[in-house]
């Protein structure tokens, strides 16, 4: 028994010995002896970025769905939905030209809404209103959704409903 505390002292001692010795270097390469092979350890680095995340009052902003995909009726399905949810809509037009995916512009100061109408679609990130813009009249909206065909097709498929006799 007092040969193997021994032994942990012993081998303690040497480790205290090689990290004293070659100090916490992550380079620092250890010697094992015998097959004259080199082992080098690397420090794992690790960084942590810190998120903010804005709260966006959906009330607070106007948004106006254009419907750019061609389906009849997909603008005015999208704004109900999203009327539901809690966004303030105005009411749906048709867009200027079609377009296969689905894009979210906003006026200037308007972004973090615009943003928060990106991902509440799941669409990619908002971008400034171009100009000529994508619809008519804008009206009174701050963030304009030109729906193509990527989620009007998904919204226009009717859910499948039961009906029970008696």
Do not use: C, H, W
């Amino acid at each position: 028994m007092a040969a193997r505390g021994v032994l942990v002292v012993v081998i303690a001692a040497l480790l205290g010995i090689l990290i004293l010795k070659n100090g916490f270097d992550s380079s620092a390469s250890v010697n094992t002896g015998g097959s004259g092979a080199t082992t080098t350890t690397a420090a794992a680095t690790s960084t942590t970025i810190a998120t903010t995340t804005t709260t966006v009052n959906k009330a607070s902003f106007t948004v106006l769905v254009a419907n750019a995909s061609g389906t009849q009726g997909a603008a005015g399905r999208l704004s109900d939905k999203m009327k539901a949810d809690g966004f303030t809509m105005a009411a749906p037009v048709t867009a200027t030209g079609k377009s296969d995916t689905t894009k979210v512009y906003y006026l200037s100061g308007y972004e973090a809404a615009a943003g928060s109408v990106a991902s509440y679609l799941a669409v990619g990130a908002p971008e400034p209103m171009p100009e000529p813009k994508p619809v008519a009249d804008l009206g009174q909206a701050q963030v304009l959704v030109v729906e193509g065909r990527d989620i009007a097709s998904s919204a226009a498929t009717p859910q499948p409903t039961t009906t029970t006799t008696g």
